[in-house]
């Protein structure tokens, strides 16, 4: 018969005494082993009453004890019990009552002549004395094997599994012990044929012998190369294990002065140490180290074969973790770099961001975001949604997000850059079908003016700065990568200043259990007449609250962008004739704005960059030119003529009377480039203002799920 709930089982290191307490609560009956439980007889147990078995200081609660067996209850505690000799031992006993009366002696055991009805069982259980702790080889082994392996075997994280073997060796095997892995495996990195001097890591120890030293001399986390002459050393020269059974301070002593670290001198000495390697498909993991204190029976060479054994087992579960780990690093690692590192903007728009992936395994998905600073206080706005889950719709998404960036870095039109977009997902679509709705917008901080394109996409939402807010009605097309349909168009709004721009993915709308036009509703309400005040950090929350408890909601992707203008006093514009004389008189116009925006220093470029520009749009231009200089985080000057021809940079040869114009542009400036207008074409460069930086990193406060996202 053996109790319920917290009884004892028998593979931890104690010893069982079963007793038979009748209704007068005297002891009726004892298990034969009572001599090697608490040092006693049974026959000076039996027929003795139950309190004679503790201390008076523990009588109180054995009488509680037995209260519960009276009222049929089942129970334990920890009490303090007499021994034989004179001394008390610690043992935990439960009472478990019996139902119906119990006549005579219980099989194996002593009873008392003329014994009543028994109450109930008393199950005495007291540790193994520290000599007699590992004498059964059987119990190791069951210990070892069993659940436990099979426990922190279900564990893939590296760090947890090696907790879980050293609680498992620990206390079944040795007092104290090591787990210790090759540094190239917790990198995640592919593991060689490493030996001898390879660099280790520990990742988990334990002791049960109440020494605080075991933890502090062998930290978890320590990085180390061990010594020669060590045995240390030996298993992984060997990739053996190593068996001392007993480390004498001279050998202790040894091993801390080759390993430059005292306090191993004092805590080796009189041990007994195993170490045992870890090894899985022929390579070598790194080792187990295992110790046992004075006053412990000694590793022999049977307990060794019973480490190796357990060692063996837990070295696949290692090689688990660890391949996991490193597909896992891997595979966020590819991951993460699909989505955007940083989000550029004009200094008058001001933009906010967020991104929770619908998979818990999988951190990125089909939804991506930009927001690219484009020449002339622009900004291109962009959110799309491959269809699908999972890995596939993210490389699809990093394919069209690296697409759709150079096409915004080539100043293409919205409705152009989707059109080009729609024709690569057609060509992706022979290889494996896909395909992905996107809205661009871009917004020029000069004029207000915020272009818009949309393929599939749900509308933008605009918010007024007196609140008030409506859903964008874009001209409708359908899905990148769909044939048939309405072609993509664009139409252009003009923002009032101050107003905010939401774009997004259905995730965000849309589930299972909401209709989208609920949720449609529901983000217009996130932005009320408070919205022209509000943090955008308040309003990027607010749009997300209520997504995280959503176990079945799809990727989302938000983009949330306060539409500033460019200050007028910022922006300086001028209407040249096409007339030679043109260029002198734009050196003056520019030298006198500088010196009003106190960049004197910039002026002698300024001028020939405008001579330059001014000259070459002279040459192949018909019609007025337009000047413009923008001051903002960088110096802009703009050319704009009536001619759709883009000029391209070439070397003149030596004997040729003209060709450097951009040539010496592309020297003199940060950077320069063109795009063509509904009237012809801008051409632009940039010069750094001193003392300005011209790419600020502005940190974000942290936010739920940030970390899908790294800013």
Same mark, same amino acid.
């Given at each position: 018969?053996?109790?319920?709930?917290?009884?004892?089982?028998?593979?931890?290191?104690?010893?069982?005494?079963?007793?038979?307490?009748?209704?007068?609560?005297?002891?009726?009956?004892?298990?034969?082993?009572? @001599?090697?439980?608490?040092?006693?007889?049974?026959?000076?147990?039996?027929?003795?009453? +139950?309190?004679?078995?503790?201390?008076?200081?523990?009588?109180?609660?054995?009488?509680?004890?037995?209260?519960?067996?009276?009222?049929?209850?089942?129970?334990?505690?920890?009490?303090?019990?007499?021994?034989?000799?004179?001394?008390?031992?610690?043992?935990?006993?439960?009472?478990?009552?019996?139902?119906?009366?119990?006549?005579?002696?219980?099989?194996?055991?002593?009873?008392?002549?003329?014994? %009543?009805?028994?109450?109930?069982?008393?199950?005495?259980?007291?540790?193994?004395?520290?000599?007699?702790?590992?004498?059964?080889?059987?119990?190791?082994?069951?210990?070892?094997?069993?659940?436990?392996?099979?426990?922190?075997? +279900?564990?893939?994280? &590296?760090?947890?599994? @090696?907790?879980?073997?050293?609680?498992?060796?620990?206390?079944?095997?040795?007092?104290?012990?090591?787990?210790?892995?090759?540094?190239?495996?917790?990198?995640?990195?592919?593991?060689?044929?490493?030996?001898? %001097?390879?660099?280790?890591?520990?990742?988990?120890?334990?002791?049960?012998?109440?020494? +605080?030293?075991?933890?502090?001399?062998?930290?978890?986390?320590?990085?180390?190369?061990?010594?020669?002459?060590?045995?240390?050393?030996?298993?992984?020269?060997?990739?053996?294990?190593?068996?001392?059974?007993?480390?004498?301070?001279?050998?202790?002593?040894?091993?801390?002065?080759?390993?430059?670290?005292?306090?191993?001198?004092?805590?080796?000495?009189?041990? %007994?140490?195993?170490?045992?390697?870890?090894?899985?498909?022929?390579?070598?993991?790194?080792?187990?180290?295992?110790?046992?204190?004075?006053?412990?029976?000694?590793?022999?060479?049977?307990?060794?074969?019973?480490?190796?054994?357990?060692?063996?087992?837990?070295?696949?579960?290692?090689?688990?973790?660890?391949?996991?780990?490193?597909?896992?690093?891997?595979?966020?690692?590819?991951?993460?770099?699909?989505?955007?590192?940083?989000?550029?903007?004009?200094?008058?728009?001001?933009?906010?961001?967020?991104?929770?992936?619908?998979?818990?395994?999988?951190?990125?998905?089909?939804?991506?975001?930009?927001?690219?600073?484009?020449?002339?206080?622009?900004?291109?706005?962009?959110?799309?949604?491959?269809?699908?889950?999972?890995?596939?719709?993210?490389?699809?998404?990093? /394919?069209?997000?690296?697409?759709?960036?150079?096409?915004?870095?080539?100043?293409?039109?919205?409705?152009? @850059?989707?059109?080009?977009?729609?024709?690569?997902?057609?060509? &992706?679509?022979?290889?494996?079908?896909?395909?992905?709705?996107?809205?661009?917008?871009?917004?020029?901080?000069?004029?207000?003016?915020?272009?818009?394109?949309?393929? *599939?996409?749900?509308?933008?939402?605009?918010?007024?700065?007196?609140? %008030?807010?409506?859903?964008?009605?874009?001209?409708?097309?359908?899905?990148?990568?769909?044939?048939?349909? @309405?072609?993509?168009?664009? /139409?252009?709004?003009?923002?009032?200043?101050?107003?905010?721009?939401?774009?997004?993915?259905?995730?965000?709308?849309?589930?299972?259990?909401?209709?989208?036009?609920?949720?449609?509703?529901?983000?217009?309400?996130?932005?009320?007449?408070?919205?022209?005040?509000?943090?955008?950090?308040?309003?990027?929350?607010?749009?997300?609250?209520?997504?995280?408890?959503?176990?079945?909601?799809?990727?989302?992707?938000?983009?949330?962008?306060?539409?500033?203008?460019?200050?007028?006093?910022?922006?300086?514009?001028?209407?040249?004739?096409?007339?030679?004389?043109?260029?002198?008189?734009?050196?003056?116009?520019?030298?006198?704005?500088?010196?009003?925006?106190?960049?004197?220093?910039?002026?002698?470029?300024?001028?020939?960059?405008?001579?330059? &520009?001014?000259?070459?749009?002279?040459?192949?231009?018909?019609?007025?030119?337009?000047?413009?200089?923008?001051?903002? /985080?960088?110096?802009?000057?703009?050319?704009?003529?009536?001619?759709?021809?883009?000029?391209?940079?070439?070397?003149?040869?030596?004997?040729?009377?003209?060709?450097?114009?951009?040539?010496?542009?592309?020297?003199?400036?940060?950077?320069?480039?063109?795009?063509?207008?509904?009237?012809?074409?801008?051409?632009?460069?940039?010069?750094?203002?001193? *003392?300005?930086?011209?790419?600020?990193?502005?940190?974000?406060?942290?936010?739920?799920?940030?970390?899908?996202?790294?800013?």
């Amino acid at each position: 018969m053996a109790p319920r709930g917290d009884a004892p089982v028998g593979d931890s290191p104690s010893r069982t005494l079963v007793l038979g307490v009748d209704r007068a609560r005297r002891v009726a009956q004892c298990g034969p082993n009572a @001599a090697a439980v608490l040092g006693r007889e049974p026959h000076d147990l039996i027929g003795r009453p +139950a309190a004679d078995l503790v201390d008076d200081d523990a009588k109180a609660d054995l009488e509680n004890l037995l209260e519960a067996l009276a009222g049929a209850q089942e129970r334990t505690v920890m009490l303090t019990v007499r021994r034989g000799d004179g001394g008390a031992a610690d043992a935990v006993v439960t009472a478990q009552p019996l139902v119906g009366p119990v006549e005579g002696a219980l099989d194996g055991a002593s009873a008392a002549p003329g014994a %009543s009805a028994l109450a109930g069982l008393l199950y005495v259980r007291v540790a193994l004395p520290p000599s007699e702790r590992y004498q059964d080889p059987a119990l190791m082994r069951r210990a070892l094997m069993d659940d436990p392996l099979t426990r922190f075997g +279900a564990s893939l994280d &590296l760090d947890q599994t @090696a907790r879980g073997l050293v609680e498992v060796i620990v206390p079944h095997y040795c007092t104290t012990a090591s787990v210790l892995v090759l540094e190239s495996l917790v990198a995640a990195d592919e593991v060689h044929g490493e030996s001898g %001097s390879a660099v280790l890591r520990r990742i988990a120890v334990t002791s049960d012998d109440g020494n +605080a030293l075991w933890t502090a001399t062998f930290p978890v986390g320590e990085v180390l190369v061990f010594p020669e002459g060590t045995p240390y050393r030996e298993v992984l020269d060997t990739a053996r294990p190593v068996h001392l059974p007993h480390v004498n301070i001279d050998l202790a002593g040894d091993i801390a002065r080759k390993w430059r670290r005292n306090p191993v001198a004092g805590l080796l000495t009189d041990v %007994s140490m195993v170490l045992l390697p870890l090894i899985a498909r022929d390579t070598l993991l790194g080792f187990i180290a295992c110790t046992r204190v004075p006053g412990f029976r000694r590793f022999d060479a049977y307990d060794v074969e019973i480490g190796m054994e357990f060692a063996t087992r837990a070295a696949i579960v290692i090689d688990n973790a660890r391949r996991f780990s490193r597909e896992r690093a891997t595979a966020l690692a590819l991951q993460r770099s699909l989505l955007p590192n940083r989000l550029s903007a004009p200094t008058p728009v001001e933009v906010r961001h967020r991104y929770l992936p619908g998979s818990k395994l999988v951190e990125v998905g089909g939804d991506w975001y930009e927001s690219i600073a484009l020449p002339g206080a622009r900004v291109a706005l962009i959110v799309g949604d491959v269809a699908g889950h999972g890995v596939r719709a993210a490389v699809t998404m990093g /394919r069209l997000r690296t697409a759709l960036h150079t096409l915004a870095n080539l100043e293409l039109p919205p409705a152009d @850059a989707l059109h080009v977009m729609h024709e690569l997902m057609i060509e &992706l679509g022979e290889q494996e079908p896909h395909f992905a709705t996107c809205v661009y917008a871009v917004y020029d901080a000069t004029t207000g003016a915020l272009e818009i394109a949309s393929a *599939g996409h749900l509308p933008p939402l605009l918010v007024a700065p007196d609140g %008030s807010n409506e859903y964008l009605e874009i001209p409708p097309a359908p899905p990148l990568g769909v044939s048939g349909g @309405a072609a993509i168009e664009s /139409r252009e709004f003009t923002v009032e200043d101050g107003s905010v721009f939401v774009i997004y993915t259905d995730g965000l709308v849309e589930n299972r259990g909401r209709d989208i036009d609920d949720g449609l509703a529901r983000l217009r309400g996130v932005f009320g007449s408070d919205t022209a005040t509000r943090p955008m950090e308040d309003l990027a929350k607010a749009t997300l609250a209520g997504v995280y408890a959503d176990q079945h909601r799809d990727d989302i992707a938000v983009l949330i962008s306060r539409l500033r203008r460019l200050p007028e006093d910022h922006v300086a514009s001028w209407t040249l004739p096409a007339d030679p004389a043109a260029v002198r008189r734009a050196r003056g116009l520019v030298r006198t704005r500088l010196d009003e925006w106190g960049l004197e220093a910039l002026t002698y470029q300024t001028e020939l960059l405008a001579s330059e &520009l001014i000259t070459n749009a002279l040459r192949y231009a018909t019609g007025p030119i337009h000047l413009r200089l923008l001051r903002e /985080r960088t110096l802009t000057c703009e050319v704009l003529d009536g001619s759709a021809a883009l000029p391209r940079l070439r070397h003149a040869a030596d004997d040729d009377e003209n060709g450097r114009g951009l040539l010496v542009v592309s020297q003199v400036a940060h950077r320069w480039g063109t795009r063509r207008t509904p009237e012809g074409k801008v051409v632009w460069c940039e010069q750094l203002i001193p *003392g300005v930086d011209p790419d600020p990193a502005e940190p974000v406060p942290a936010w739920p799920g940030e970390n899908h996202h790294r800013e």
